[in-house]
């Protein structure tokens, strides 16, 4: 391994990562699924009253919205997976400085050490305030 992980370190973050994987992979049918049986969708057809109308939209949104976020979280795992398999996983893709088993075990789809992580958080992670 590139980085410095041990091998058992690697094979147990794998295996973490893949359960995971599993996991969310699960989650999104489920919610999709069950998505398909709410009746908050059914509501939205035959509200009339805009209060109705907001309330099963807003559900209708968080529905996607979980469905998003566990998306997003299953692209990190398969970008952490090929990383391992390229032996680049656990090496901080701004400085190349090893990541550290702590902060991987903590978060396995880390792509950044610590310290480039606060800088990228600073510097690029700020909401944007609108400007004519």
């Not at 359960?19 to 489920?30: I, N, S």
């Not at 099963?56 to 952490?80: C, K, M, P, S």
């Amino acid at each position: 391994m590139a980085s410095g992980l041990t091998e058992k370190q690697a094979s147990l973050l794998k295996q973490r990562l893949h359960t995971r994987f599993a996991e969310l992979k699960d989650a999104v049918r489920q919610e999709l699924v069950r998505s398909d049986d709410e009746r908050y969708i059914e509501l939205a057809g035959r509200v009339h009253d805009t209060g109705d109308e907001a309330v099963a939209d807003l559900l209708a949104d968080l529905n996607l919205a979980v469905i998003d976020q566990h998306v997003r979280e299953i692209q990190d795992i398969e970008g952490a997976l090929l990383r391992l398999g390229e032996q680049s996983y656990g090496i901080c893709i701004d400085c190349e400085a090893d990541i550290g088993y702590k902060r991987l075990h903590a978060y396995p789809t880390a792509k950044r050490c610590f310290s480039c992580q606060a800088r990228y958080e600073k510097g690029f992670a700020q909401p944007r305030h609108p400007g004519l």
